[in-house]
């Protein structure tokens, strides 16, 4: 396993991080799930900032402030709605890893905190989605050399236990 990759339990509002990651929606209108424990942790500035961005396209990321959050930035991305898997959802899935790593990158942010995009509200079969983000921050970490830490935040025992596992922790 590479060294800077590491998998937690937690709770993402908590961490001191550079920057934490949203699974948000298109409309970057808050909701449930890590979405509204984001916003709610962190108060009214980041949707603010959320309101002025607009929107963003699925697969893609924004960065806001972290507002009351010990991170220091939130990077929202919009994960795909599991439609059956022939709608581009993997793909889609890991734009969102590549292009928040991407935006972290570009802001000088070198420890970075994922939820488990999509697979919440949005139903993303949990062990294809773990396949999907574990290959891509790998990737990214042996190519990009300034990204000190990657944090998998599993919420759930479920998604722990299958990051632990392909991770062979
Ligand atoms: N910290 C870390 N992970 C969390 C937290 C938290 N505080 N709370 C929930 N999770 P979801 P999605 C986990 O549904 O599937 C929203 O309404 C949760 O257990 O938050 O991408 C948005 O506005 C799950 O493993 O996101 C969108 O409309 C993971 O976060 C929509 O839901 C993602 O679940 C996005 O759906």
Redesign the pocket.
């Known amino acids: 396993m590479n060294k800077n990759l590491e998998v937690i339990q937690?709770?993402?509002?908590k961490l001191e991080v550079d920057a934490v990651v949203n699974?948000?929606?298109r409309q970057l209108?808050?909701?449930?799930?890590?979405?509204?424990?984001?916003h709610r942790a962190g108060g009214p500035e980041i949707m603010e900032e959320c309101r002025k961005i607009g929107s963003c396209e699925t697969g893609q990321a924004v960065i806001t402030t972290a507002g009351d959050l010990p991170a220091e930035r939130v990077i929202h991305t919009v994960?795909p709605v599991w439609n059956g898997g022939n709608k581009n959802e993997a793909d889609l899935l890991a734009g969102c890893y590549l292009h928040s790593l991407e935006l972290a990158t570009e802001h000088g942010l070198r420890t970075i905190a994922f939820?488990?995009?999509?697979?919440?509200?949005?139903?993303?079969p949990k062990e294809k989605a773990a396949d999907i983000a574990i290959k891509v921050v790998n990737e990214y970490l042996q190519q990009n050399k300034n990204m000190e830490k990657v944090y998998f935040?599993?919420?759930?025992e479920e998604?722990k236990q299958l990051y632990e596992k392909r991770l062979s922790l």
């Not at 935040?153 to 759930?156: I, L, N, S, Y």
């Open positions: 937690a709770d993402i509002t699974a948000a929606n209108k808050g909701g449930g799930g890590v979405d509204g424990a984001i994960g939820p488990n995009i999509s697979t919440g509200v949005y139903g993303f935040v599993c919420f759930d998604n």
